[in-house]
């Protein structure tokens, strides 16, 4: 049985020139404690997909358009403002790669942490204050005392985003929904923040959806994976397998654009000309404009996300990618 | 040893950190702290580090976008000034910047970008200099139907490539890449390197990379020179450095990159967030992260070690015990 459970979700916004849509997702699942990485590029709709969860939209002109939401037995796409506001935080809680559009400049970091915890757990005084300098220990922010009175733009980046992922399981979340937290950092920064990730989702029991553009991370940290194309899943399954034996030929492309050590000199696989937007997808395939495998049917038909055996591809010729490969 | 296109020499670059109500200068932040590079002409360099290194600092003194305060640069044998460059040496070095769009004018269409630095420093005439810049567009992979588009019609990637054609433009010797595919997606970012591998080898021009992205400076680059904290710490050819690192923040940085490929293991060494130095510290950049730190480290500045076609400045190297 899944924690969150998502099906048909349809993200629209509404502009001057009508309504276009961002997010078409068939589906996608996180089950409980589990690790999914949700994979895309720029504009195929992975953050909005996140944001979908809890609709925290940025602009009211995006909001959800119709499909489901299933977690914990209700449908948090027909729950009502009130009722959400209930979810966000304590239930489903969130983490973004900026943390300063998180954190409130104009307060000191332990103070927005003590108001968290009486908002979310009924903590209060002192019990609140041990509280939030145990979450700042937690994150492994070193020297905890100082950091609970310092303010957002007195701390490194990588210290930043600790702070953040200590905002974010103050209300003890069973699903963290990470958005690229660690894409501005260092490297070397990176790589513990990962560890830290992996070492809460381990202790504290919580599932995350972890949204990337990169699959070196994702190889290494989440169970499952989604793989996202014009404001849609094209491909999942267990991470080794999908990264060692794509079904679905963007997949497989994406894989071969990574440069390497071994490619030094040689030129890349690139794959040829840009993403297209969910709006401008007109009939069939959202990916035969850049597909060597694309033929009539996928200039037809739109093949839907199917499979077994805990894959699915959403692909005509998915079988002929695997035997070339 | 072939003739240097580029030649740093000793160079250091130091800013000021103001504070209080007064704004009066504190104390210094070392940028740049005696780095020296060569470039033969026609290869690349890559220059990796992370943020505080001084990558971006050498660079901008590289291209001239800033005076220093000590050491030498020289290009084709020739000492760069410190201050304003003549129009003859601006010509020969150029600069693409991570942001493709800071560089185009959203008003102008693109052949404009491109069709500035011909007219700046008087290249062609007329007609033919429109041609010229159409050409070098189509050159990057822009056709003409394009060029005549403004910026915001344009992706990422095609951006970028006008960013590259306009940097061409006054033929330059010299081209700094300042983190040329950050701001790109993995599919669009191979569609550049692909065109700046194709670029170098029709052309023969001879690349600076600066870049935090370890796979992109292995792919491009031939040396590599990796900074942290304003020094060297490590040099040599990229395939020797990468394959075996020996400073202890090379290999560090090294294994903190996760592949995409699954069954090749993940095993970063945690080292403690970077650290930008102030004022005058003695002994290695390194030293408040490295796990192999003794007092030696923080009391004595460690000395070029040369092995394996490289250089190393780290003591446990000099003292045998990293090989």
């Keep these: 049985m899944a924690l969150l459970e998502m099906r048909d979700v349809r993200v629209v916004v509404d502009a001057p020139e009508g309504t276009r849509t961002l997010v078409r997702l068939s589906a996608l699942s996180v089950g409980e404690g589990e690790v999914v990485g949700l994979v895309g590029e720029t504009g195929s709709g992975k953050t909005m997909t996140g944001l979908a969860v809890t609709q925290v939209f940025p602009t009211p002109a995006v909001r959800l358009a119709g499909g489901e939401i299933r977690y914990g037995g209700q449908d948090l796409a027909r729950l009502d403002e009130a009722s959400l506001r209930r979810i966000r935080g304590r239930e489903i809680a969130m983490v973004f790669q900026d943390p300063a559009t998180s954190l409130n400049p104009l307060f000191p970091i332990g103070k927005v942490l003590v108001d968290l915890l009486a908002l979310h757990r009924g903590l209060r005084g002192a019990r609140a204050r041990q509280e939030a300098l145990a979450l700042l220990e937690r994150v492994e922010l070193p020297d905890a005392g100082r950091v609970f009175h310092r303010f957002p733009h ?22 963290l929904i990470a958005d690229e937290p660690t894409t501005a950092l260092d490297v070397t920064v990176q790589a ?19 949204i990337t553009h990169n699959l070196g991370i994702v190889a290494h940290t989440s169970e499952r994976l989604a793989i996202m194309y014009a404001g849609d899943v094209v491909e999942t399954g267990p991470t080794a397998e999908v990264l060692q034996r794509p079904r679905h030929p963007y997949t497989r492309l994406l894989l071969e654009a990574v440069p390497r050590r071994s490619s030094a000199g040689q030129r890349l696989k690139a794959i040829a ?7 401008d997808v007109l009939a069939g395939c959202p990916f035969q404009s850049r597909c060597p495998y694309a033929d009539d049917l996928c200039r037809e038909a739109e093949p839907s996300l199917e499979g077994s055996d805990g894959r699915t591809v959403a692909c005509h010729h998915w079988e002929e990618v695997t035997r070339r490969a | 040893m072939p003739d240097a296109l580029l030649e740093v020499r000793d160079l250091r670059k130091t800013y000021p950190v103001r504070g209080g109500v007064l704004q009066r200068v504190r104390s210094s932040i070392r940028a740049v702290d005696g780095v020296s590079l060569r470039i033969p002409k026609g290869a690349t360099l890559g220059v990796a580090g992370e ?48 942001d493709p769009g800071g560089s185009l004018d959203p008003r102008r269409p693109v052949v404009d970008a491109v069709h500035e630095p011909l007219e700046a420093f008087g290249i062609g005439e007329g007609r033919g200099r429109r041609e010229r ?9 822009i056709p003409r139907e394009v060029a005549r588009r ?17 940097a061409l433009a006054p033929g330059p010797d010299l081209v700094v890449l300042d983190e040329p595919t950050s701001a790109l997606d993995v599919s669009v970012q191979a569609q550049i390197l692909n065109l700046l591998t194709d670029l170098r080898r029709r052309l023969g021009t001879t690349y600076l990379l600066i870049s935090h992205d370890l796979e992109v400076v292995a792919h491009l680059a031939d040396e590599v020179v990796v900074l942290y904290g304003g020094r060297v710490m490590e040099a040599g050819p990229v395939r020797a450095v990468w394959d075996h690192p020996r400073h202890p923040y090379t290999a560090t940085l090294l294994e903190a990159v996760p592949d ?52 190393v400045f780290c003591h446990r190297v000099e003292e045998g015990a990293i090989v």
């Design chain 1, 273 to 279: 000309g840009t993403a297209i937007a969910r709006s």
């Design chain 2, 133 to 141: 810049a159409l050409d070098l567009l189509e050159e990057v992979g």
């Design chain 1, 192 to 210: 513990e923040l990962l560890h830290l990730f992996d070492d809460l989702r381990r202790e504290e029991g919580m599932a995350v959806l972890f």
């Design chain 1, 154 to 175: 007195e701390l490194s980046g990588g210290m930043r985003q600790r702070a953040m992922i200590a905002l974010a399981i103050a209300g003890r979340p069973r699903l």
């Design chain 2, 51 to 98: 943020s505080g290194s001084g990558k971006t600092s050498l660079a901008r003194c590289v291209v001239g976008l800033q005076a220093w305060d000590e050491g030498e640069i020289f290009l084709a044998g020739e000492s760069v000034p410190r201050g304003p460059w003549p129009l003859a040496m601006r010509r020969r070095v150029q600069m693409v910047f991570q």
């Design chain 2, 150 to 166: 403004y910026p915001h019609a344009l992706s990422g990637g095609q951006r970028q490539r006008i960013a590259i054609a306009r």
């Design chain 2, 260 to 311: 995409p490929d699954p069954s090749r293991p993940w095993t970063p060494r945690l080292a403690g967030g970077a650290e930008t130095r102030r004022t005058a510290p003695v002994g290695c950049p390194f030293a408040r992260r490295c796990p192999l730190v003794d007092e030696r480290c923080r009391s004595e500045d460690p000395r070029a070690v040369e092995i394996g076609g490289g250089v």
